[in-house]
């Protein structure tokens, strides 16, 4: 799955640094969706999360941190207690927290899937207006949405925006999936993928498709106001995105990869460009 690579593998000077974290994250999410797609209420997958976050936590003990499965019970005690919509997503933004850090991304996340009631438009608005890392937030908590309904409960014109926006065949990817998927009769159980996963990274290129963040850090002299302008005191340029940096984990694991995106002309594409070459990463001709 791509919700756990992205966490255990984001570019670590930004994101989710903490290992412990990572692994717990990436454990809970993936187990979440394995079990929706399964066909398994969100009641009994929500009330096993944070013995599951446990169960993680001390399987791999490493260093100090806080409790994920607590963290977990605090957020959907905030969802199911709060006195509405948007006193939940304030409250998980303030005592839970919406930054890049797994410990706050991903209690927020499952408490969103709780907020929308499962549903994936639903859930997608929650997530975008919560603020903080909301592309992270938001991937997590859909795709546990989408994968316990389906995608014929996505709005058809928002997928349509979506089908256009990237073109990118979501479909053929969902159908290659499911050919090795057990739940749909496929075989790709742990034995048989940890016994072709060696053969499959070693002699075969892996090409990730998806999209590049470009960051403009600046930092002011005031905090802006409503109809003001503020001189900047610098100004920095940094480029990331799920895509790109699971691409770079990939080569420092010395599989060979490349990264596929729409760049486009322009000087931020040239950035792009530019950035990927300094970590060997190629864009092919489109």
């Not at 593998?9 to 187990?31: M, Q």
């Not at 019970?73 to 919406?98: F, M, P």
């Not at 060979?256 to 950035?275: C, D, Y």
């Amino acid at each position: 799955m791509l919700i756990p690579l992205l966490m255990m593998w984001r570019w670590p000077p930004a994101r989710h640094i903490n290992p412990i974290w990572r692994l717990r994250g990436a454990v809970v999410i993936a187990w979440a969706i394995s079990r929706a797609i399964d066909g398994e209420s969100w009641s009994a997958i929500v009330n096993s999360l944070p013995s599951i976050a446990r169960h993680a936590q001390q399987k791999r003990i490493t260093t100090f941190s806080a409790s994920l499965a607590a963290r977990l019970e605090i957020a959907l005690k905030i969802v199911r207690n709060a006195d509405g919509t948007e006193s939940a997503s304030e409250q998980l933004y303030q005592v839970v927290g919406a930054g890049t850090s797994t410990i706050e991304s991903v209690p927020c996340a499952i408490a969103l899937v709780e907020l929308a009631q499962t549903d994936p438009n639903r859930c997608a608005v929650l997530c975008a207006n919560l603020g903080g890392d909301t592309d992270t937030i938001g991937a997590m908590a859909t795709a546990i949405c989408g994968a316990l309904h389906g995608v014929n409960t996505i709005d058809p014109a928002l997928k349509a925006e979506l089908d256009t926006v990237n073109q990118l065949d979501f479909n053929r990817y969902a159908t290659a999936l499911a050919k090795v998927s057990p739940t749909t009769g496929g075989d790709m159980s742990g034995a048989r993928l940890h016994t072709l996963l060696p053969e499959l990274t070693s002699r075969q290129p892996v090409m990730v498709i998806g999209a590049a963040v470009i960051d403009v850090i600046a930092d002011a002299y005031a905090l802006p106001w409503r109809g003001c302008d503020i001189e900047l005191k610098q100004q920095s340029v940094n480029v990331g995105g799920c895509a790109l940096n699971i691409a770079v984990a990939l080569k420092r694991l010395g599989i060979e990869a490349g990264n596929a995106l729409p760049l486009g002309q322009g000087v931020w594409a040239e950035i792009i460009r530019n950035r990927d070459g300094k970590r060997g990463l190629n864009q092919p001709d489109r």
